[in-house]
Protein backbone atom coordinates (compact mmCIF):
# COMPACT_ATOMS: atom_id res chain seq x y z
CA UNK A 1 0.00 0.00 0.00
CA UNK A 2 1.08 3.68 -0.41
CA UNK A 3 0.55 6.97 0.90
CA UNK A 4 -2.17 7.79 -1.98
CA UNK A 5 -3.92 4.52 -1.09
CA UNK A 6 -3.68 5.16 2.73
CA UNK A 7 -5.39 9.01 2.25
CA UNK A 8 -7.96 7.87 0.01
CA UNK A 9 -9.19 5.90 2.51
CA UNK A 10 -9.84 8.68 4.78
CA UNK A 11 -11.20 10.85 2.01
CA UNK A 12 -8.39 12.84 1.70
CA UNK A 13 -8.04 13.73 -2.02
CA UNK A 14 -6.45 16.90 -2.66
CA UNK A 15 -2.97 17.15 -0.71
CA UNK A 16 0.61 18.22 -0.97
CA UNK A 17 3.50 16.28 0.58
CA UNK A 18 5.89 18.38 2.31
CA UNK A 19 9.59 16.55 3.04
CA UNK A 20 11.84 17.40 5.44
CA UNK A 21 15.66 15.87 5.06
CA UNK A 22 17.21 13.59 7.48
CA UNK A 23 19.97 16.86 8.24
CA UNK A 24 17.37 18.54 9.76
CA UNK A 25 14.03 17.31 10.32
CA UNK A 26 13.64 17.05 13.91
CA UNK A 27 15.50 20.63 13.90
CA UNK A 28 11.44 21.57 12.68
CA UNK A 29 9.11 19.40 13.82
CA UNK A 30 8.16 16.66 15.78
CA UNK A 31 4.50 14.27 15.81
CA UNK A 32 2.41 17.47 17.18
CA UNK A 33 3.73 19.72 14.47
CA UNK A 34 6.38 22.25 13.61
CA UNK A 35 8.27 24.59 16.43
CA UNK A 36 7.36 27.42 14.43
CA UNK A 37 4.02 28.12 13.28
CA UNK A 38 5.03 29.34 10.28
CA UNK A 39 6.51 28.35 6.69
CA UNK A 40 7.91 29.96 4.12
CA UNK A 41 7.13 28.18 0.78
CA UNK A 42 7.53 29.23 -3.50
CA UNK A 43 5.62 25.91 -4.60
CA UNK A 44 2.45 23.94 -3.85
CA UNK A 45 0.84 27.56 -2.53
CA UNK A 46 -3.20 26.30 -1.38
CA UNK A 47 -5.59 27.19 -3.66
CA UNK A 48 -8.43 26.89 -1.33
CA UNK A 49 -9.40 25.55 2.12
CA UNK A 50 -9.74 21.89 1.25
CA UNK A 51 -5.73 21.05 0.67
CA UNK A 52 -4.10 19.02 3.43
CA UNK A 53 -0.13 19.25 3.80
CA UNK A 54 1.64 15.93 4.60
CA UNK A 55 4.89 16.52 6.94
CA UNK A 56 7.64 13.97 6.44
CA UNK A 57 10.40 13.98 8.31
CA UNK A 58 13.61 12.04 6.33
CA UNK A 59 15.50 9.44 7.76
CA UNK A 60 18.08 9.10 4.65
CA UNK A 61 17.97 9.63 1.32
CA UNK A 62 14.68 7.31 0.78
CA UNK A 63 12.85 6.76 3.94
CA UNK A 64 11.13 9.35 5.79
CA UNK A 65 8.63 9.27 8.25
CA UNK A 66 5.00 10.79 8.67
CA UNK A 67 4.87 12.72 11.27
CA UNK A 68 1.33 15.25 10.91
CA UNK A 69 -1.18 17.10 8.90
CA UNK A 70 -1.84 20.68 8.71
CA UNK A 71 -3.62 23.24 6.53
CA UNK A 72 -1.83 26.42 5.38
CA UNK A 73 -3.57 29.85 5.80
CA UNK A 74 -2.59 32.90 4.43
CA UNK A 75 -0.64 36.19 5.90
CA UNK A 76 0.02 39.57 5.06
CA UNK A 77 3.46 38.22 2.88
CA UNK A 78 2.72 36.13 -0.38
CA UNK A 79 5.19 33.44 0.52
CA UNK A 80 4.91 33.05 4.28
CA UNK A 81 1.82 30.68 5.45
CA UNK A 82 0.45 30.07 8.69
CA UNK A 83 0.46 26.26 9.69
CA UNK A 84 -2.79 24.67 11.53
CA UNK A 85 -2.47 21.34 12.28
CA UNK A 86 -5.74 19.00 11.67
CA UNK A 87 -6.18 15.58 12.93
CA UNK A 88 -6.65 12.65 11.00
CA UNK A 89 -6.70 8.66 11.48
CA UNK A 90 -2.93 8.41 10.30
CA UNK A 91 -1.86 10.30 13.42
CA UNK A 92 -2.32 6.95 15.23
CA UNK A 93 0.82 5.85 13.38
CA UNK A 94 2.26 9.74 13.56
CA UNK A 95 6.34 9.11 13.69
CA UNK A 96 6.15 4.96 13.34
CA UNK A 97 5.01 4.92 9.83
CA UNK A 98 8.05 4.27 7.36
CA UNK A 99 7.67 5.29 3.70
CA UNK A 100 10.05 4.89 1.14
CA UNK A 101 10.24 6.63 -2.28
CA UNK A 102 12.52 4.77 -4.23
CA UNK A 103 13.93 7.83 -6.27
CA UNK A 104 15.22 10.00 -3.63
CA UNK A 105 13.15 13.29 -2.30
CA UNK A 106 12.22 16.56 -2.93
CA UNK A 107 10.93 19.23 -0.29
CA UNK A 108 8.38 20.08 -2.73
CA UNK A 109 5.98 16.46 -3.87
CA UNK A 110 2.53 16.96 -5.12
CA UNK A 111 -0.16 14.48 -4.57
CA UNK A 112 0.89 12.81 -8.31
CA UNK A 113 3.80 11.66 -6.35
CA UNK A 114 1.57 10.14 -3.51
CA UNK A 115 1.63 6.69 -4.73
CA UNK A 116 5.92 7.12 -4.96
CA UNK A 117 5.68 7.04 -1.17
CA UNK A 118 5.45 3.06 -0.44
CA UNK A 119 4.92 1.58 3.15
CA UNK A 120 8.10 0.40 4.24
CA UNK A 121 7.55 -0.57 8.14
CA UNK A 122 5.65 0.48 11.07
CA UNK A 123 7.90 0.75 14.02
CA UNK A 124 6.06 0.11 17.76
CA UNK A 125 4.73 2.74 20.16
CA UNK A 126 7.60 3.79 22.75
CA UNK A 127 5.19 2.94 26.03
CA UNK A 128 7.70 1.55 28.07
CA UNK A 129 10.59 3.56 27.37
CA UNK A 130 13.14 3.43 29.56
CA UNK A 131 16.19 4.21 27.57
CA UNK A 132 17.40 8.09 27.78
CA UNK A 133 17.48 9.78 24.36
CA UNK A 134 20.51 9.40 22.07
CA UNK A 135 22.28 12.58 22.89
CA UNK A 136 25.65 12.34 21.23
CA UNK A 137 27.88 9.38 20.20
CA UNK A 138 30.28 9.82 23.15
CA UNK A 139 27.43 9.44 25.50
CA UNK A 140 26.48 6.49 23.93
CA UNK A 141 26.88 3.65 26.67
CA UNK A 142 24.11 1.11 26.16
CA UNK A 143 23.78 -2.42 28.59
CA UNK A 144 22.98 -5.01 27.04
CA UNK A 145 18.98 -4.95 27.82
CA UNK A 146 19.00 -1.34 26.62
CA UNK A 147 20.66 -2.04 23.14
CA UNK A 148 17.87 -4.56 22.90
CA UNK A 149 15.58 -2.31 24.00
CA UNK A 150 16.48 0.37 21.31
CA UNK A 151 17.28 -2.23 18.63
CA UNK A 152 13.82 -4.23 19.34
CA UNK A 153 11.86 -0.70 19.13
CA UNK A 154 13.35 1.35 16.52
CA UNK A 155 13.45 4.18 18.72
CA UNK A 156 13.81 6.70 15.69
CA UNK A 157 16.65 8.92 18.05
CA UNK A 158 19.03 6.20 18.20
CA UNK A 159 17.90 4.66 14.16
CA UNK A 160 18.85 8.10 12.37
CA UNK A 161 22.46 8.77 14.59
CA UNK A 162 23.51 5.16 14.27
CA UNK A 163 22.43 3.99 10.99
CA UNK A 164 23.91 7.10 9.21
CA UNK A 165 27.56 6.56 10.39
CA UNK A 166 29.87 3.69 10.04
CA UNK A 167 32.04 3.30 12.99
CA UNK A 168 34.49 1.27 15.67
CA UNK A 169 32.91 0.74 18.78
CA UNK A 170 33.36 -0.78 21.79
CA UNK A 171 32.15 -4.29 24.08
CA UNK A 172 32.77 -4.31 27.46
CA UNK A 173 32.50 -7.53 29.12
CA UNK A 174 31.53 -6.55 32.84
CA UNK A 175 31.81 -9.85 34.32
CA UNK A 176 35.97 -9.52 33.85
CA UNK A 177 36.53 -6.62 32.59
CA UNK A 178 37.67 -7.97 29.09
CA UNK A 179 37.62 -5.90 26.15
CA UNK A 180 36.28 -6.40 22.90
CA UNK A 181 36.54 -3.85 19.76
CA UNK A 182 34.86 -4.46 16.25
CA UNK A 183 33.80 -2.11 13.49
CA UNK A 184 30.68 -1.82 11.33
CA UNK A 185 31.05 -1.16 7.94
CA UNK A 186 28.04 -3.00 6.26
CA UNK A 187 24.73 -1.71 5.90
CA UNK A 188 23.08 0.63 8.04
CA UNK A 189 26.46 1.38 9.75
CA UNK A 190 26.75 0.81 13.49
CA UNK A 191 23.04 0.18 13.80
CA UNK A 192 23.33 -2.61 11.20
CA UNK A 193 26.24 -3.98 13.16
CA UNK A 194 24.58 -3.56 16.63
CA UNK A 195 21.18 -5.47 15.41
CA UNK A 196 23.14 -8.86 15.12
CA UNK A 197 23.96 -8.52 18.93
CA UNK A 198 20.58 -7.48 20.22
CA UNK A 199 19.15 -10.60 18.27
CA UNK A 200 22.40 -13.78 18.73
CA UNK A 201 23.99 -12.12 21.51
CA UNK A 202 26.90 -12.98 20.34
CA UNK A 203 27.28 -11.00 16.86
CA UNK A 204 28.73 -14.17 15.20
CA UNK A 205 31.98 -13.09 16.84
CA UNK A 206 34.40 -16.20 17.91
CA UNK A 207 35.40 -15.35 21.49
CA UNK A 208 31.83 -14.19 21.98
CA UNK A 209 30.48 -17.28 20.52
CA UNK A 210 32.69 -19.14 23.12
CA UNK A 211 31.63 -17.03 26.07
CA UNK A 212 27.49 -17.44 25.04
CA UNK A 213 28.17 -21.34 24.79
CA UNK A 214 29.57 -21.88 28.13
CA UNK A 215 26.99 -19.16 29.95
CA UNK A 216 24.23 -18.21 28.29
CA UNK A 217 22.11 -15.25 28.03
CA UNK A 218 22.31 -14.34 31.74
CA UNK A 219 25.77 -14.10 31.24
CA UNK A 220 25.80 -10.99 28.49
CA UNK A 221 23.13 -9.07 31.18
CA UNK A 222 26.63 -6.69 32.25
CA UNK A 223 27.86 -5.94 28.71
CA UNK A 224 28.17 -2.74 27.63
CA UNK A 225 28.56 -0.94 23.93
CA UNK A 226 29.86 2.18 23.54
CA UNK A 227 31.21 4.13 20.13
CA UNK A 228 34.79 4.66 19.87
CA UNK A 229 35.05 6.78 16.56
CA UNK A 230 32.28 7.40 13.70
CA UNK A 231 32.90 7.29 10.28
CA UNK A 232 31.64 8.69 7.09
CA UNK A 233 29.32 5.94 5.63
CA UNK A 234 31.38 6.35 2.30
CA UNK A 235 34.83 5.04 4.18
CA UNK A 236 36.26 2.06 2.60
CA UNK A 237 36.12 -1.11 4.19
CA UNK A 238 40.02 -1.54 4.10
CA UNK A 239 40.40 1.89 6.07
CA UNK A 240 37.45 0.98 8.68
CA UNK A 241 39.93 -2.42 9.34
CA UNK A 242 43.00 0.04 9.24
CA UNK A 243 41.51 2.17 12.37
CA UNK A 244 39.70 -0.82 14.05
CA UNK A 245 43.16 -2.34 14.23
CA UNK A 246 44.54 0.59 16.16
CA UNK A 247 41.93 0.51 18.69
CA UNK A 248 43.21 -2.87 19.20
CA UNK A 249 46.58 -2.14 19.64
CA UNK A 250 45.83 0.83 22.01
CA UNK A 251 43.70 -0.87 24.18
CA UNK A 252 45.76 -4.57 24.10
CA UNK A 253 42.37 -6.43 23.30
CA UNK A 254 44.78 -9.20 21.44
CA UNK A 255 46.43 -9.82 24.09
CA UNK A 256 44.10 -9.42 27.04
CA UNK A 257 40.71 -9.02 25.65
CA UNK A 258 38.28 -10.65 23.46
CA UNK A 259 39.66 -10.13 19.89
CA UNK A 260 41.64 -12.98 18.52
CA UNK A 261 42.70 -11.29 14.72
Not at 109 to 124: A, L, Q, T
Amino acid sequence: MNLDQLLKLEGIDDYYIFWYGSEVALDYMDCNGLFKGKIEINKGKPKNDNTIYIFLAGINKYNSRYMFAAKLYSTESPDIFEVKKVNIKLDEYAGRLILRRNTGFSFYSNKFMGPDFIIDEIWGKETHRTVKQFLDYDSVELSFDELKEVIDNHYPDYYKALSSVKGIYMIIDGNTGKLYVGSASGNDGIWGRWSDYASTYHGKNEELIKLFNDNKEEYFKKFKYIILQILPTKTSKKEIDKIESKYKERFLTRIFGLNNN
